[in-house]
T-cell receptor, first 116, second 113 residues
């Protein structure tokens, strides 16, 4: 257990529905990342928060995706009008400190999304 | 496109043998490299990291080697155990990238008892 928790662990939804995932980071970590992982592939970066500010978004993050970190603690990732191509594992990772030597990111267990 | 890739998608070893997992990268501006282990249904687990100004770093039963001349990274696992069976990813952090990770596809390590 890395100390990063995600909820739910599994989500099955029908195409067109909205879904929301939550990530609770390690408490002292100010950096939070969302990644998406499809079967057989490495995780791909989606978006990054430093405290409550969303500082970077990948081109993978279409306008159906939105992420928030309102108080600089937990974060949510919402997908609107889900499509079958959204089926993947959504991973949250957090990091604390400054400089590349403290670049270790600790991952949560992920949320497995299946869109029918 | 991806700049971090792996030479072999699968590796099968006998329990007690040493394992070597290789990774090539193409971005010479990368500051930092990390190896992660991912078991089925779980998130990636940090194993060991190395900065670009280092050639070697050792942990408990693991060693990471970095060859900047040929842009090659390897993970050595000593006395491999069945619990080491997992997918292993190398990842890089590029300078000025908000420390986001760029992963390759992964190598599946299977340890036979």
């Amino acid at each position: 257990d890395t100390g990063v928790s995600q909820d739910p662990r599994h989500k099955i939804t029908k195409r067109g529905q909205n879904v929301t995932f939550r990530c609770d980071p390690i408490s002292e970590h100010n950096r939070l990342y969302w990644y998406r992982q499809t079967l057989g592939q490495g995780p791909e970066f989606l978006t990054y928060f430093q405290n409550e500010a969303q500082l970077e978004k990948s081109r993978l993050l279409s306008d159906r995706f939105s992420a928030e970190r309102p108080k600089g603690s937990f974060s949510t990732l919402e997908i609107q009008r889900t499509e079958q191509g959204d089926s993947a594992m959504y991973l949250c990772a957090t990091q604390g400190g400054e400089g590349p030597s403290s670049g270790t990111q600790y991952f949560g267990p992920g949320t497995r999304l299946t869109v029918l | 496109g991806e700049s971090v890739g792996l030479h072999l998608p699968t590796l099968s070893v006998q329990e007690g043998d040493n394992s070597i997992i290789n990774c090539a990268y193409s971005n010479s501006a990368s500051d930092y490299f990390i190896w992660y282990k991912q078991e089925s249904g779980k998130g990636p687990q940090f194993i060991i990291d190395i900065r670009s100004n280092m050639d070697k770093r050792q942990g408990q039963r693991v060693t990471v080697l970095l060859n900047k001349t040929v842009k090659h990274l390897s993970l050595q696992i000593a006395a491999t155990q069945p619990g080491d069976s997992a997918v292993y990813f190398c990842a890089e952090i590029r300078g000025g990238s908000n420390y986001k990770l760029t992963f390759g596809k992964g190598t599946l390590l299977t340890v036979n008892p």
